[in-house]
Structures are given as C-alpha cells and as structure tokens.
C-alpha cells in the first residue's frame, strides 16, 4: 500500500536552533535553484502555538518556471524532540498527489537538509506499507485469524468475537491506528469490499471508544 513519506531528525532545542540557523544561511546563500524561504510566512507563523520562532522553516519550492510549486512546513517538535515535515502545501492546485508530495519530500531533504545537517541524522519513511508494518505481531495475527474465518455479508457471533480480539488487542498495544488504514488494510490486503470494510471501521473506531471510555471510568 501506497502513503505519504515522512521526514524526521532526532535532536535536542539547542540542536534544532543550531539546525535552522544553518538552514536560513544557505537557503540565503549558496542554496540552489528552486528553493526559497517564505518570509511572509514565517512572520505570520512565528511565536504560535506550533511554530516557535528559531524552530522552524517555511520553504517555497519553485516549478520549472520560477513559479511557487509547493511550500514545506519544517519543524520543531519539543515533546518528540526531533524536527519533522509537518506538511506539504500546493501552490498551484488544490492538494498534491502522494507521488507529488513524496517527490518534494525527498527533494528538500536532498537538496536542503543534507547540506546542512551535519552529524544530525534524518531520517525518511518508505512510501510503501503493508498492515504489519503498522500494528503488532499479535495484533496482525488476530486480523488475520478474523479475516480467514469471517462471513464478510454478515458477521456471526464467532467472527464479532474475534474482530473484538483484534479491536482489544489495538486497544493494549497504544498504537495509533486509525480507522483510515484499517479500512486500507482489509480492502487492499484482504480484499475485503470497500461497504463492508467502512462499517467494519466504524464498529473498531465506536469499539475503541468504548475501551477508552470504561478505562478511565
């Protein structure tokens, strides 16, 4: 299954304020052809609640025209303590492909962040995932001991039994896995239809809520 890549450099405040401050001077320097900062930008952005004035950048990149193609949104995250894209913005359209944006991703992360990352080490997610990439083992397995043995036109007792194992077993991992990709995950590994797939991923995001809700009383 296709995603949208992500881009992550751990590091400390001091390292990321190092980082950026090494970022403006070449992006202002010697950066080459097709990237920019968006200065209207950052003076918009600085000092609110996600963009922290030293810890971030926005970067304009240029179509081969000179136009505004897309503009990255880099940052700093102080409870994660690393520096990640927090998004991919068209200038020209409406929203950008996944095979766009990666394509941006990978750009700025040649062209703009190797240069000056020194011994920072960054890392880029792959832009292919299947579902056992996303959950535990034993969760996997209890999706596909539900999947194998399912009615998929109308769950018996047996199956709801088993799709609440796997609804359960998300539940204690702590992961985050939204309701999105389940649905991803059934149709396009399982070959579940997309109908049913969708009222499945209801029950597990209402199920999930239910966990949460009797937990914390």
Known sequence: MKRFKDLFISCSKDQ???????????LSSSC???WQIDDDRMKRFADGICFVSGLFSCVVRFDGNKNPYAMVSLV???????IWISNIVPCQTSQLSM????EVLVKF???IVDPVKLDLTCVITKDEFTGKDVMPEASWQKLESFD???NRTSLHPNDVQRWHQFVISIFHSGIKLYSDT????LCEEFGWDREHAIKLAMRYDDELDLL????NG
């Not at 990321?16 to 070449?26: E, I, K, V, W």
């Not at 095979?99 to 990666?102: S, T």
């Not at 949460?212 to 937990?215: H, T």
């Open 99 to 102: 095979d766009e944006y990666n």
């Open 212 to 215: 949460r809700e009797y937990v």
């Open 182 to 185: 389940v649905i991803r995950i």
């Open 16 to 26: 990321a304020q190092a980082f950026f401050s090494r970022l403006t001077s070449y």
């Open 109 to 111: 992360a040649s062209e």
């Open 148 to 150: 194998a043995l399912a």
């Open 76 to 82: 700093y995250s102080e409870d994660e303590h690393r």
């Open 32 to 34: 080459p052809d097709g």
